[in-house]
Every structure is written in structure tokens, then in C-alpha cells.
């Protein structure tokens, strides 16, 4: 057969794999036990309010929830999970076309195939993260810059753009390496009225966001920037750590064709892909060398990074063997581990301890409030706050969740910021929270007994709630 007929036929397979991975990720979401750990109650939440913004990100998550939700007809913390195994396959996709424009169909076939074996998107698609549409939104963004010129071409880049912003802030990381890879690499140029028309675009579908936190204190940026906080000094064990992370999110031998891939000269086309992978990681490594970084913050690289990691493997059939089987036994395991979420145990604990024992704390929470004749329950806590929201609406309980402040002050959240306790009615509340944290005026206390995961672990208390008391924890 010739090589060239050889070559058109990776894509199918390619394609074929991703289609089956995908399918599997679907198959195991019914089955899993993972419950919403507390970032994805509050995106649950987001789904349920509609917003144009929320407190710590864009709320492009949580209406890909609500899609999930009202699809299936159900508020199970598997159907919030549903949408993320369709995007990274998708994203996959397009990080296949992406690899085939700029290199050929052997390493496009080979890129999808690395994209969606990577460990950071196996573990996209079994936890709810806003790094999954962004990624799906970058992929596409990349794709229509390189592969569609014209008017159309530009509308279509700009709507990705802001689609990866409704996302995560982050999708403007790669945008510092895209101008230098226009500048380098002649594929990657397009006419300046073209870029003008990415950036209206772009600004005009992104701008209710930017009402959002103008009407709002400017909520989501103010988090961001405190996220940043850096403190001037170098702390290079937090950049070493970021990199060794890195290993982590892109699996070791796929990191190490990264940073080969980076280090090499390529021709046009992979040539412009060098920046735009290198930047979002050279602008997290310059964050975890002020302050502290997490290791997804620079998921962003790994769109570009897919194809060039394909492109360095290509010649290596052992390595590109080794390097996806590596990252192909996570992709196998992980939903299957989504599973086993309360039976997977070290020293009698949950190793997922984020993901077990939420409900069963809320709901102790909830039937305290019931028989106490409460209408209100009101915390401090975040955390409290998110999974009681959450199982209050789901489970459509006859109560309210409501923020109060702690005793050093109201503690900065999406609750505090939309759900403080103001005039709701009801003469009687039940506090929840930390006995050290709660309001000096409240009386005797009655202590949860401890459970299962994070939230079941805390040292937890209820106590009612009512006149006085509750009026001085009014906004």
C-alpha cells in the first residue's frame, strides 16, 4: 500500500479512538460516587442563576451544567459531569485538524490522540473544571486563526476567543505567543483588519461580562488579582514544583516531548506553535516564582503543546508507544476510579475525600433545620454554603441558605456577595459552621458528629438563631 494512502488513513483511526474514549468516559458518569466537591456546587449554582458573571470566574461552566441538567431532567452530581467527556472529545478533534493543517495527517492523527489521553484532560472528564471549555474554546480559536482566512475566518476566531474568556481569564495567556508567532512564522500571520475584527468580536460577545464586574465591584477581577497575590520575593521551590507538576498534568513522557519540542527548530507552521504553547507556561512559571501557582493554570499549553508533542514523537514509534500507552492506562482507569470514590480507602479514609461525604452533611444539616422549625439556615462557611445550596434546591427543600458574617467580619464569597442574609423572613435560624467562627451572640451549641471526606472531618456545630441575634447578623 503506499505510505501516502498509510498516512490518510490515521485519521479515521485517530478519530476512532478519541470517538471510543469518549464513549467510555460517557459510560462510567452513571456509576460514579463521586459527589460535588465544593467549587462544583457553586458551579452548579452559577448554572442555576444565569448570570452574565460570578465571583471567582466567568460562568461559562456553570451553563453547560444547567444544559446538562435540563437535558437529562435531573440535578445528580453525574448529570453536572455529563458535558465535560463531549467537550474534551471535541476539543480533541480539533486539535487533530489543528496537527493535519500545520503538519500533516499522520501527526494531526497523533496529536488528537495525545490531547485526549493526556492526564489533566482524563481528569477534566470525570471532575467539573473551567479549564475544559477553555480548551475546547483555544482549540478552536487556534484552528480557525491558522485554517480559515477572510472575514469569516475572523468572525469565527473572535467568537472562540470570547467563548475561552466566558471560560477562564486564562484564555489570554496563549495570546502574548500568537502575536510573536505572527511575527516568526508567516502561517500564523493574518492582515491587521482581520486581527481588529478577532478583537471586536471578541470584546463585543465578552462585554456583559464586563458590565457584570463593573455592576459588581469588580468581583471576579478583584479574585483573580487576589489569587496572584505576589509578594515580591523569589520562591523558587514553588516554580521547581510547578514544573514537576507538570509532569503530572501532561504525563512525564509526553512533558519531556514538550520541552524537547520547545527547545527544537521547526519549519513554518510548527514553528508559530513554540510560543503559544511556551507562553501560558512562562507567565504561570513567573506567577509560582512570586507567589504560588497550580498546576492546571497552564493547562492553556497543551493545545498547541498536543501537536508539537506529536510532531517531536512522530519520528519515535517506541517513544510515541510508550508515551500514549503511559497516558492511556490513566485515561482507562480514571473513570472507572469515579466509581470507587467511598471504597477506595488508606488507612480507613476516602483517598477522594473532596468528592465523599458532602451530601450526607448537608442533608444532617438540613433535617436539624426541619425539626428546629427553621425556615433559614445561615453560615460563614463556603463550603457549607455551597453543598447546602445545592441540596437545598435539589432536593427542593422548604429553606433558605443564607450568608452571615464570621466573627472577624463577612468572609468574601459568591454567597456573601449575592446571598447575604437580609430581610428573609422567618423568626427562627440554625446556624452552622466552626464553634470557633460563630457569632459570639449565639447560645448553646449541638456538634455534628464527625463523617466521611473533608467536610465530614471539620469540627461542625448547629445552633438556632433567632431575635436579636439574628437581626445583628443582617446586611
Not at 499522520?106 to 488528537?112: I, K, N, T, W
Not at 511556551?278 to 497550580?294: F, H, M, R, T, Y
Not at 452552622?432 to 464527625?450: E, N, Q, S, T
Request: aromatic share 8%; hydrophobic share 55%.
Amino acid at each position: 500500500m503506499p505510505r501516502g494512502t498509510e498516512r490518510w488513513k490515521a485519521d479515521p483511526l485517530a478519530a476512532l479512538v478519541i470517538l471510543g474514549l469518549t464513549a467510555w468516559r460517557l459510560a462510567w458518569l452513571p456509576g460514579s460516587d463521586l459527589e460535588l466537591y465544593v467549587d462544583e456546587a457553586q458551579y452548579w449554582l452559577w448554572g442555576q442563576e444565569l448570570a452574565a458573571g460570578a465571583w471567582s470566574k466567568p460562568p461559562l461552566v456553570g451553563w453547560l451544567i444547567r444544559a446538562a441538567n435540563e437535558t437529562v431532567g435531573s440535578d445528580a452530581p453525574w448529570v453536572a459531569r455529563l458535558p465535560w467527556p463531549l467537550v474534551h472529545g471535541a476539543a480533541a478533534l480539533a486539535v487533530l485538524a489543528l496537527g493535519r493543517r500545520l503538519a500533516g495527517p499522520a501527526v494531526g492523527a497523533l496529536a488528537g490522540v495525545v490531547y485526549a489521553t493526556l492526564p489533566a484532560v482524563s481528569v477534566g472528564s470525570i471532575l467539573i473544571s473551567t479549564d475544559s471549555p477553555q480548551l475546547l474554546a483555544l482549540a478552536l480559536f487556534l484552528l480557525t486563526w491558522v485554517a480559515l482566512p477572510g472575514r469569516l475566518g475572523a468572525l469565527l476566531a473572535g467568537a472562540a476567543l470570547a467563548a475561552g474568556m466566558w471560560s477562564k481569564y486564562a484564555m489570554l495567556f496563549p495570546l502574548p505567543g500568537l502575536a510573536l508567532a505572527a511575527w516568526i512564522d508567516p502561517h500564523w500571520r493574518r492582515p491587521w483588519a482581520d486581527a481588529l475584527i478577532v478583537a471586536l468580536v471578541a470584546l463585543a460577545l465578552f462585554a456583559p461580562n464586563i458590565w457584570w464586574n463593573l455592576t459588581h465591584d469588580l468581583a471576579t477581577v478583584r479574585h483573580t488579582a487576589e489569587n496572584a497575590d505576589w509578594r515580591g520575593a523569589l520562591n523558587l521551590t514553588g516554580a521547581a514544583a510547578f514544573l514537576a507538576e507538570q509532569l503530572g498534568v501532561a504525563g512525564p513522557l509526553s512533558f519531556a516531548a514538550l520541552l524537547a519540542a520547545l527547545a527544537r527548530r521547526w519549519p513554518p507552521g510548527l514553528r508559530g506553535l513554540v510560543p503559544i504553547a511556551a507562553a501560558p507556561l512562562a507567565i504561570v512559571l513567573a506567577q509560582a516564582l512570586q507567589s504560588e501557582a497550580n498546576a492546571n493554570w497552564a493547562v492553556g499549553a497543551y493545545v498547541a503543546g498536543s501537536v508539537l508533542i506529536a510532531a517531536w514523537l512522530a519520528p519515535r514509534p517506541r517513544l510515541t508507544v510508550a508515551a500514549v500507552a503511559l497516558n492511556g492506562v490513566v485515561a482507562i482507569g480514571l473513570p472507572v476510579i469515579g466509581t470507587l470514590a467511598h471504597d477506595w480507602r488508606r488507612d480507613g479514609q476516602p483517598v477522594l475525600a473532596r468528592y465523599v461525604g458532602n451530601t450526607a452533611v448537608a442533608d444532617r444539616v438540613i433535617a436539624a433545620a426541619q425539626q428546629a422549625g427553621a425556615t433559614l439556615i445561615v453560615s460563614d462557611d463556603r463550603a457549607l454554603l455551597a453543598e447546602l445550596t445545592w441540596r437545598v434546591r435539589a432536593t427542593r427543600a422548604p429553606l433558605a441558605v443564607r450568608a452571615v458574617p464570621g466573627r472577624q467580619g463577612p468572609v468574601p464569597s459568591h454567597y456573601d456577595m449575592l446571598y447575604p442574609l437580609r430581610a428573609d423572613p422567618g423568626p427562627t435560624a440554625l446556624w452552622v459552621g466552626r464553634p470557633d467562627h460563630a457569632p459570639a451572640c449565639l447560645g448553646a451549641f449541638l456538634y455534628l458528629p464527625p463523617a466521611e471526606g473533608d467536610l465530614g472531618r471539620r469540627p461542625l456545630a448547629t445552633a438556632p438563631v433567632s431575635g436579636p441575634c439574628l437581626d445583628a447578623l443582617r446586611r
